[in-house]
């Protein structure tokens, strides 16, 4: 399994008490490739883990430190970096200078100009000045299973957002293969409040968010760009489309509802859930569902699976696909340790759970 | 108030325990226009209320009866049917001979034939063989603020389902004005558990629905029917939409969120918004937000009232217009109140919550 | 009804976002014997309430006011207080100087001595020192049901904690009679997270209250001075008790589930049910159900109502009270409401809700 | 790990889609120890398992098949049962003829004979008349920590109940060192309404259980006589005590909150955190927190953890014991996995999560 690393890498976790860094640090407590060896912090910096995070105890108890360059590359050989937007581009260049590979789960690696970041994260470009275009260009995109071979020699990885994951792996099948009209996409995603982070905000409290659902950033939100980049690199021109986010009272799950127009109306859904099916074939972190049978995010809730359902409207020649994963893992933490696997010469999946405890 | 009304009405209401029913006993304790005269039921007959719903006691402590229509209407003005789908067309006829009016929750009256009704609801007509096509052509469809004069004097009323309710209320304003296209419409419709019903159903135990979303009944929920022969009504030319429900974890509530392109470009939010309270001005239980401000089921929930809000993007062309309702009171009990209103000559909003306890 | 009253009274609501404030402005609402002429706040003085509460506009769109005495004096003639611990008293004596009457909620006018106020507030104590003994001596405990007479003509009300209410309504017909032991006695209180407010606090979020229980100030949680102090009261003997709040899944509602030991082995749930109903006859916000009928927080949420049953294990002589209600109505601003309803010469319950919209 | 069972051993698991049976069978994907070589169901046979339940898909896409012990013993070495009350003791015994090692989910293995088994579950020793009080005598009480040695060699467990786990691991070390009174213990339990099963109840759909909380079962719970016998055990004396649960809005988890008085009122919470801290030492699938660090359960959600908690309130001499298990692993197919690796000669906690994906 782990035949390509035959001691475990050293890992280094900054900014461990998010949810992302905590995933991180629990699917790193089963994983027999990795330990972690730097745990980096900001406002907790000198505590002891277990004092933090009584709920998953770290062998040793290790105190969190200050995340600078030269204390990690003397500690990992790897760094898995879950900072606000902005701050690990701060981080990633010397890192990568003293010869740690990076695994960046913000957006500030997933453009690949400096200027085409800023174009969307204003207020982090005004605040975080960058020059790093050379990273930008040289940073892998980690959406696994579209990756390609790139991936498993890269330096510098940019982990995807978890609404451009559960988007794209929707619908790039369908761009790639020219099957869709590249107007009048529509994405309509749902994700639980985990995905607002842990930092304490007013509507993210159970009290607001319990009870209701509600959209927000409608027209504009910050993961369009990025799922329109991809999305126009797959179908070999530009797309533009609709992506609404709401908010549901849950934890964890996203599901992305994707509606594109069939350019041939004979196609029906078994021909797409076919070519759904062959296309994720090798990747054990993607199953197709058979038709009629759609997916629950509870399906796939902490998990590192993405769960596809395909349906076609005969009438309208319509598409719907319905992509469920689990935001904090196939979503953030557990694709950034498929990464990980993948970097080191480890199968995909090692050390990630695919199968749910129910209910 | 109740100008028209001098005494109050006498209700009956015909499958009281239900969530439909609850409802409708709730909102008449609190209606100066109304009273609850007779209690219908199926299993629970002979049974007193408070025993079946100590958490509702109702004055008297009323038996629940045998929905006779002899008994009704010796009883009632006015029936309040909250049945399953093919039985309300079994007992209408024979309350409207006796002078009962009707206002019927199920789907039996929403379409203008039986043979429209049972293209649809094809298990329910094989099981319950109708022959009022009358009236089904008489009911007035009960979308109080599209349903025009013939509510008022209305002896049968068919009240829309809770997904059309959602759904029409956002579409009607730009299909009748002709601003968008008819192809290409979605709707992303997102529901709480009480809309399947209190009838113990597996998929909505807490235990199953709870911490995850799901999409259900894809390409050819019977809602879409409805919608669409509405939304042709107002277009004046057939439509076909793509419509998708979602089961969400929470008890209340239901999101509709629309998608339609605009036939011109130049439209803005702010001319829609504007169009739209046009619209609605005389409405008292529709209220569109303000430009940027997206509603929330919470804002809404267990009250009458409709919350629209129009988001345009200039560079798809597509405007998304969100609407959320309470499914069981806007969506359903709520509405069938708002029409025996109308229907009595009081003004729609009598005894009905349009301003909810938050949080 | 408001015969005392011929003309609304002037309400001022300082505090008027927290979820405290939303509840009285929500409640007003639909007063007959009230109307709100003051909002005050803090950090948002100066803007306007519908931009801040899109889901509870008020009429007029008044503006929220620095709550300075003067400002409150000539705008009302009663004011209600839902301010941080140690707050109220720094505003109270002001405005009863003015001749506004005073509903507060928080704590700082629920103890007969500012000693014994800042023996269990001795944070607050030390910020906001006090020498307002006399108001403290003063002030009545608006436990409504057991306020007797005073509470009509009070200047000055103590609201009573959430759990408090609870646990009282449950514990006063048993101590009062002696018909349990002093020692022994054991609450486990149940609350959902909206009793903790809306300020932003990480364990709030709905990521991490949701899908868990928890115990919480155990051993010492402020509200058990507050209730033993009643509870002496009535006993007419000091008592002491165990109370353990919970945090659990959920918005709104409290349960304290209420242990002790019955001195006479020989009464029965039965004994002790009419016992109850008789205590709370001419109350028309409790409500004792019938043995072996058990209430359930959703039974009462959003009603001021409190729901009471009482079981006796014959084996062990434990009577076990089971109450229950919302914690921001009777458990807050209902109270303050039923509160102002006895000052001002209405009926308790006058324009508060005793009944839910179920489910 | 496996040392004493080279080869995986055969497991037939006999109600299957339950939310016992699912668990096991998520389990024991997971085990190196076991393989799943059977699938008994009763009204799905036939159906394959992929089609019933694809978010845990198995290998091979097994069948449902007819429970007979002949069919079962020809497949398996040891057989976990997870049926309804009674019916386990018309299957067990012929499955322990045939040679097949039996842990049973149920309560009917749970008493020294069948006369105290029919005294609390009558209903069902009616419908099941039983002669099997050799067996009753024969099983091995399933409570991992304090079963002894004869777990090892057992032929027949019956598995604690969810409760019983809960309670029972927080009284024990009290009781078995006589540190507490006999009388006046309460237990306060509260569970996620997966307990309740995943049969269709009303009062478990999510449209009714969620927002709120209600005791149920008071006084005379049947999971009172399991808890009283344990506990009467380890005291060396007739124990008599007070439990009640509660139904909680959420999927997975139990909370017991126990009380009791102290007999030495010197001991603190660090003395008896110690005791307990040696008591479990040596069980991995329990841990003792730092005084005053309380567990929630979703700390444990998905784990075979129990996580305990001591408080002692010097004013009353009081000891509060705070338990949280996941009801469906620790307090069901967890204990039975923890059961089967002790009765095969594996470490206890082999195959089983003991760390949450938090949040």
């Known amino acids: 399994m ?12 900054i900014g461990a008490s998010g949810y992302g860094g905590l995933q991180i640090l629990r699917l790193l407590q089963d994983h027999p490739g990795f330990r972690v060896t730097f745990l980096g912090g900001s406002g907790s910096v000198g505590q002891h883990w277990n004092d933090r995070a009584p709920f998953l105890p770290l062998p040793g108890n290790p105190a969190i430190e200050e995340p600078s360059p030269e204390a990690i590359a003397a500690a990992a050989d790897v760094a ?82 978890c609404f451009p994951t559960a988007s794209l792996l929707a619908l790039m099948p369908l761009l790639q293969q020219g099957l869709i009209e590249g107007e009048g996409i529509v994405i309509d995603a749902k994700t639980g409040t985990s995905g607002g982070g842990r930092a304490a905000k007013e509507h993210l ?14 027209v504009g939100h910050r993961h369009t760009a990025e799922i329109e980049l991809q999305a126009s690199k797959a179908a070999g021109r530009a797309i533009q489309l609709q992506f609404t986010p709401h908010l549901l009272p849950m934890v964890r799950g ?34 197709v569902l058979p038709v009629g049978t759609y997916p629950s995010t509870k399906w796939v809730r902490q998990t590192n699976r993405a769960l596809l359902s395909v349906a076609v409207d005969k009438r309208t020649s319509q598409v719907v696909v319905m992509s469920a994963i689990d935001n904090l893992l196939k979503g953030q933490a557990g694709q950034a340790v498929q990464c990980l696997n993948v970097m080191t010469g480890q199968r995909p999946e090692t050390g990630l759970p695919l199968l749910p405890f129910y209910p």
């Open 80 to 161: 898995v970096l879950s900072l606000p937007n902005g701050l690990a581009s701060g981080l990633a260049p010397a890192l990568l200078r003293a010869g740690v590979r990076v695994v960046d789960l913000s957006a500030d690696y997933r453009f690949p100009t400096v200027a085409q970041w800023a174009a969307t994260y204003t207020g982090e470009a005004e605040r975080h000045p960058r020059h790093d275009d050379d990273l930008c260009a040289e940073a892998v995109y980690g959406l696994v299973e579209w990756a390609g071979d790139r991936l498993a020699s890269a330096r510098l990885v940019g982990a995807p957002g």
């Open 2 to 13: 782990a035949g390509a690393s035959p001691s475990p890498q050293r890992v280094a976790v």
């Open 205 to 218: 409290l159970l009290a607001e968010a319990d009870g209701g659902v509600a959209p927000y950033g409608v």
């Open 254 to 287: 996203i599901l992305a509802t994707v509606y594109g127009r069939l350019r041939d109306p004979g196609l029906t859904a078994e021909d797409l859930t076919t070519l759904f099916q062959v296309t994720y074939r090798d990747h054990p972190c993607v199953a």
